[in-house]
């Protein structure tokens, strides 16, 4: 049995897209771990006729095993210490999937339900928006994966979605923007694996 993720509420939550990629570190600190990366963001082609796709790539400085244990804990408290969320809950979970609800601070009077399909093996998650229209859009799916890389974490995902004005907000260098949307959410995932693993410890 497994438990439903964080990472897939807080990275897919806002409604996504690109950026420019910056360069990620080429190599480690002497004991093999590597600093958490700046979040780099790059736009890719729709899936579907319409809407927008973007790729999110960054490290978190924690094992896999870690990063893994925290990407699919929705019962965990910590995700409400992110600034973006105002209320999240678990709804049900069958075998490897879960349906999950959470309401955004930017968007408070929608309630976002969300299905996530957990492949612990392959340590991938495919999340879908199960209520599109509800929440002003069209469609919104994608995928995060992770992978070891020496003693840390890569994290990948990737989604695609369509909404009124979503090449604004895509294009939007500034504040309320995709970009900064989200490397803020990663930015809070990167310390918030590290608390967790402390406080475990």
């Known amino acids: 049995m497994f438990r439903t993720g964080i990472g ?7 409604i996504a897209a690109g950026a420019m990629p910056s360069a990620a ?8 771990a590597y600093p958490d990366s700046e979040p780099v963001i790059v736009t890719l082609k729709p ?3 319409d809407g927008r796709g973007y790729r999110l790539v960054y490290t978190v400085n924690a094992p896999l095993g870690a990063t893994w244990d925290f990407k ?3 019962a965990s408290k910590v995700l409400l210490s992110n600034k973006l969320i105002k209320a999240h809950r678990l709804v049900s979970r069958d075998g490897d999937e879960a349906v999950t609800e959470t309401v955004y ?3 408070p009077g929608l309630v976002f339900r969300w299905k996530t399909t957990v492949f612990p093996e392959q340590h ?20 995060i994966k992770l992978e070891a890389v020496a003693a840390a974490t890569r994290v ?9 004005g ?9 504040r309320g923007g995709m970009s900064h949307f989200l490397k803020t959410t990663a930015r809070w995932e990167q310390q918030a694996v590290l608390k967790g693993r402390k406080g475990s410890g």
């Open 25 to 32: 570190p080429a190599s480690g600190p002497a004991d093999g």
């Open 124 to 143: 991938l998650l495919e999340y879908v928006l199960l209520n599109p229209q509800e929440c002003g859009q069209e469609f919104h799916f994608g995928t």
């Open 8 to 14: 897939v509420i807080v990275a897919a939550m806002s």
């Open 166 to 174: 979503v090449s604004l907000w895509v294009n939007n260098p500034f």
């Open 47 to 49: 899936k579907q006729a």
């Open 72 to 74: 699919t804990d929705f």
């Open 156 to 164: 990948t995902q990737e989604a695609w979605f369509d909404f009124f």
């Open 105 to 107: 601070y930017n968007k």
